[in-house]
């Protein structure tokens, strides 16, 4: 069994949400995987990972099916978070976006439902969608993803659009840009980020420095990666792995606390930024 249990993050609106859990980007796509890709997720909910990012996107809402499967039987031990695409983001289109993937993911409700990222419909339009899906119980908070400082800046003056939860986008050590000026703009305003691609979608492993620094630790690179995202109190982490010995080394590293050394020397090869730039998504 892992030393540490996993850190639990309290959402604005009220809501515990645990600070690592697991994508599932990619899962859906192929049958002859289907098998693997349940039971990695299954492993993850074992080991305390127990919030699960899909969308109505991935796999073409094969992914939602998959985290049904996952967690049959244990609803009430999981937190989902599901993403309406920005087509279907209309204030009756996000409703009924939203049903289509509860009765995917065979569930009464979404612990957190997302703006995939920003499109044609305005924002008010789909934050009305969001309350309408709250009033009803279909969710239990609503949030973003993808939005830079200038669109939350936007959300935040709109009724009742301070009372986002969250808002996934791109971080990692390889993506530092939101450091310059989302990172700061949420935490004034006590706005919780989840960071998506945390292993920069598996390629940082290869990086030297991450390699140097995990020897150091006997970890794997991926763990110092996620270390260095989860040591903000603030963020939520949602490293995907449908391999079973990445779900156990993702889930260890919550037991890696990187020295000031470290830190420095991560800063050295994936440097800060030194001004504010567009957005990154994958
Ligand atoms: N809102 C958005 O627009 C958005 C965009 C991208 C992602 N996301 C969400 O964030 C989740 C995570 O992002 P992601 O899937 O793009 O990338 P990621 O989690 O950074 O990387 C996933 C890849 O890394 C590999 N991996 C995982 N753990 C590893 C480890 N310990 N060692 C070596 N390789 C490892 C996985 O391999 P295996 O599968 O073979 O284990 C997979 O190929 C997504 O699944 C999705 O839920 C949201």
Known sequence: MPASSVPILK?????CVPRLGQGTWRMGESARRRAEEVAALKLGLDLGMTLIDTAEMYGGGEAERIVAEA???????VFIVSKVLPQNASRTGTVAACERSLKRLNTDRLDLYLLHWRGRYPLKETLAGFQSLLRDGLIRAWGMSNFDAGDMEELAALSGGDTVATNQVLYNLAR???EADLIPWCRAR?????A???VEQGRIVRDRTLARVAARHGAAPAQVALAWLLRHEDMMVIPKATNGAHVRENRAAL??????A?????DN???APRGTRPLEML
């Open 196 to 198: 998506y691609s945390p």
């Open 262 to 266: 470290d830190l420095a020397e991560l």
């Open 190 to 194: 006590a706005i919780p980020i989840m």
């Open 269 to 271: 090869a994936f440097p």
């Open 11 to 15: 959402l604005p609106g009220g809501g």
């Open 255 to 260: 037991d890696l606390a990187l020295s000031p």
């Open 71 to 77: 967690i049959e039987g244990r609803r009430d031990e």
């Open 176 to 178: 530092r840009g939101i």
